[in-house]
């Protein structure tokens, strides 16, 4: 079973400032990789799909890079409805099956 | 639209089971996947199963095989997910999730709460 690991596990950031957030999988995972935003007493929102493609109407300060086992998103300048949880999760094709990462709480310095 | 509907609170005894609905709009049922999330109180995201509307294949998360059923209902585009052998940590929001054909979940539901409580 991979295994993902986001890092850190809080991370505190200004509001106008970039924020980086990590993710590693255990294994290769090719770019088969999302991210997810989610807000308290929200569903998780796909931000990002294939390691590094916007999903609809996803804004452009979210982007996603990296391929194999290690894997970033960067929020470029940080607004205040940014703050949330962010989970990375690894997909197979088939028979389709997900793991997620433990999440990255994303806080107002 | 396309929306994901659930319904809001079940209450179960342990022991018992819960089958949780969840009905799609906006799109052809058959056409996508359905994958079952569930979030326990204060923790992350744990993926349980998906099934396909179209053939009724299905492949669970091992930790719930034998425990958890996913069906769907074609005539009334509504897709089921049972779990039995309740237990206090299965207390959780169980998330359904349009499995999107470009990689991910793209459309979520708000969520369905299971308490499990004697």
């Known amino acids: 079973e991979i295994v993902m690991t986001q890092s850190p596990a809080t991370l505190s950031v200004s509001p106008g400032e970039r924020a980086t957030l990590s993710c590693r999988a255990s294994?290769?995972?090719?770019?088969?990789l999302a991210w997810y935003q989610q807000k308290p007493g929200q569903a998780p929102r796909l931000l990002i799909y294939?390691?590094?493609t916007r999903a609809t109407g996803v804004p452009v300060r979210f982007s996603g890079s990296g391929s194999g086992t290690d894997f970033t998103l960067t929020i470029s300048s940080l607004q205040s409805e940014d703050f949330a949880v962010y989970y990375c999760?690894?997909?197979?094709?088939?028979?389709?099956?997900?793991?997620f990462g433990q999440g990255t709480k994303l806080e107002i310095k | 639209q396309v929306q994901m509907m659930q319904s809001g609170t079940e209450v179960k005894k342990p022991g018992a089971s819960v089958k949780v609905p969840c009905k799609p709009s906006?799109?052809?049922?058959?056409?996508?996947?359905i994958n079952w999330v569930r979030q326990a109180p204060g923790q992350g995201l744990e993926w349980m199963g998906w099934?396909?509307?179209?053939?009724?294949?299905?492949n669970y998360a091992q930790k719930f095989q034998g425990r958890v059923t996913m069906t769907t209902d074609t005539s009334t585009s509504t897709a089921y997910m049972e779990l039995r052998s309740l237990r206090s940590d299965d207390t959780a929001v169980y998330y359904c999730?349009?499995?999107?054909?470009?990689?991910?979940?793209?459309?979520w539901g708000k969520g369905t709460t299971v308490t499990v409580s004697s």
């Open positions: 099934i396909s509307p179209y053939k009724g294949d299905t």
């Open positions: 999730a349009r499995d999107g054909s470009i990689g991910g979940m793209d459309v």
């Open positions: 999760q690894q997909y197979n094709d088939w028979p389709p099956s997900y793991t």
């Open positions: 906006g799109y052809k049922f058959i056409n996508y996947g």
């Open positions: 294939g390691a590094s």
């Open positions: 294994q290769s995972v090719s770019s088969k």
